[in-house]
């Protein structure tokens, strides 16, 4: 022991020296000698990677030779039920969709669409356009969208 603490027992008295010496005598821990193995973990999530990287893909696979980009910036002119669910589902935490274009057009598709997902869905939306200074579209403008897109396709 160093002086230091040679003194402080001193003067803490004789009852504590003797705590000090039945400490002192018991052995060392041993040293772990385990180590973290993280491959069995990157390997588990690596295969969920795969997996919701398959699944993302497979949800995005045509349908009757329409391609997904395509569906993607068509579903608000639809405004049926299973459209405006794909709405919904694609909609990003932030409320936005893949970019402005797309979230002025859904938004819009979503201001008077019915049951509680929806309203929720277009409240985060008009938030999000709210920050950056945007809107909705109007209906006019997302009638008009539609139509270029019917023109587009023919």
């Given at each position: 022991?160093?002086?230091?603490l ?11 020296r ?21 491959m069995?973990?990157?390997a ?14 497979y949800?995005?696979?045509p349908?009757?030779g329409?391609s ?11 405004r049926d ?9 694609s909609?990003l935490?932030?409320g ?5 274009f ?5 938004a ?10 929806a309203?929720?869905?277009y409240?985060?939306?008009?938030r ?8 909705p ?6 009638a ?11």
């Open positions: 022991m160093t002086k230091d040679e003194e402080t027992l001193a003067e803490l008295g004789p009852g504590y003797e705590v000090v010496e039945r400490l002192r005598s018991c052995p060392a821990p041993a040293p772990m000698t385990r180590r973290f193995a993280p069995p973990y990157l588990a999530a690596s295969v969920a990677a795969a997996l919701a990287g398959a699944a993302c893909i949800s995005l696979r349908a009757d329409e997904a980009a395509r569906r993607v910036y068509t579903a608000a002119y639809v039920g299973a459209a405006l669910e794909s709405i919904v589902a909609q935490a932030d936005s969709w893949a970019n402005d797309l979230t002025r057009q859904n819009a598709a979503l201001r008077g669409a019915e049951g509680r997902r309203a929720i869905a409240k985060k939306a008009a999000y356009l709210k920050s950056k200074g945007l809107k579209l109007t209906e006019e403008e997302l008009l969208r539609a139509a270029e897109s019917l023109i587009a396709m023919h």
